[in-house]
């Protein structure tokens, strides 16, 4: 659980918090950083990823703390979801301001950008779909989806169609690396 250095500084700093019999409750849990804690066994491939969360209690006897009372609770259904639909709303946002920026402009502008980057997009296929197995051959053909992937940005961004231009940037970035 606590494989990275600023996990594990910080939870050490947080349970030697929880023996304060100064802080109130509300607030080590408002402080708490044990919470939605990727786990995983690196002994066991078979076991999959999971989510938990650390809810403490401090066991008073007498004015002291003198133990805490650990609850563990496995939250990876939670997460995945909250990640799922943290996704479908950035999927929403970005068609709504695809559909912003399209309503904006010249319907002919927009069916012709359309059908270029549909063109340029079959073409980049048909030149990855053919491309022969050698180092030269490669670098070619990522040039060659480069140059129409930045055409195909060039000509979003005139038209104010900011969803592809930066998803069209983002690939950019990508063949960069190539």
């Known amino acids: ?7 594990r500084d910080t ?9 304060d019999r100064k802080v109130k409750p509300g607030l ?8 939605d804690i990727e786990v995983s066994t690196p002994d066991d491939p078979r076991q999959k990823l999971k989510y938990l969360s650390f809810a403490f209690e401090q066991v008073k006897t007498g004015k002291a703390v003198g133990a805490l009372l650990v609850s563990v609770i496995d939250v990876t259904q939670e997460v995945l979801l909250q990640r799922e639909l943290s996704g479908a709303e ?3 946002k970005t068609e709504i301001e695809l559909l912003l920026g399209v309503i904006d402009q010249d319907p002919a ?8 980057a ?5 073409q980049i296929n048909n030149e990855l779909q053919n491309v022969r197995p050698d ?4 670098g070619r053909a990522v040039n060659y989806v480069a140059r129409n992937i930045h055409a195909i940005k060039g000509e979003a961004a005139l038209l104010g169609i900011g969803a592809i ?6 690939l950019e970035d990508k063949l960069t690396g190539l």
């Not at 939870?11 to 023996?19: D, G, Q, T």
């Not at 080590?28 to 919470?35: E, G, Q, R, W």
């Not at 231009?165 to 983002?170: D, L």
């Open 11 to 19: 939870a050490s700093s947080y349970v030697s918090m929880l023996f």
């Open 1 to 7: 659980i606590l494989g990275k250095a600023e996990i």
């Open 165 to 170: 231009e930066n998803h069209a940037h983002t």
């Open 90 to 92: 950035a999927r929403a």
């Open 118 to 122: 549909r063109a340029r997009i079959e």
């Open 109 to 116: 502008l927009v069916q012709k950008f359309i059908a270029d």
């Open 28 to 35: 080590l849990a408002k402080l708490n950083p044990l919470t």
């Open 135 to 138: 180092a030269a051959s490669y």
